[in-house]
């Protein structure tokens, strides 16, 4: 009988420490499971905020793209403008050189004249 009650406490025993164990065990899965629950949540948040920031940074990349573009415009409207001030002065200034040549010309021709009519 002694030996009966020693075998039935020990297979009671290991029964407890087996369903203890089975206990814990599922404990921690369930654990990990709110933890891994947790993390993916995390992680969706994560990445639904970089994706947000990516389109931000795709919106400023495309401004600043666009701004290039503007300024680049401006620029080569501004060597235009530049190149056609310079042509128009160089104009202004043959002109200039060319009405003088003409105002020098007709003085020496009108002085060449007045000698011609005072050796007379």
């Given at each position: 009988m002694i030996l009966?009650?020693?075998v039935t406490l020990n297979i009671a025993t290991?029964?407890?420490?087996?369903?203890r164990e089975d206990t814990m065990r599922n404990r921690l899965r369930s654990k990990l499971a709110k933890q891994a629950e947790k993390f993916n949540e995390?992680?969706?948040k994560w990445q639904l905020l970089l994706d947000?920031?990516?389109?931000e940074f795709e919106k400023i990349i495309n401004d600043l793209k666009s701004s290039r573009n503007e300024l680049h415009d401006l620029y080569l409207e501004a060597m235009r403008?530049?190149?056609d001030r310079k042509i128009r002065h160089a104009a202004a200034q043959a002109k200039h050189r060319a009405k003088k040549r003409a105002e020098r010309e007709a003085q020496q021709a009108a002085e060449a004249q007045s000698k011609k009519g005072g050796k007379k």
């Open positions: 009966y009650l020693s290991i029964a407890f420490w087996l369903y995390s992680t969706r947000g920031a990516n389109e403008e530049n190149r």
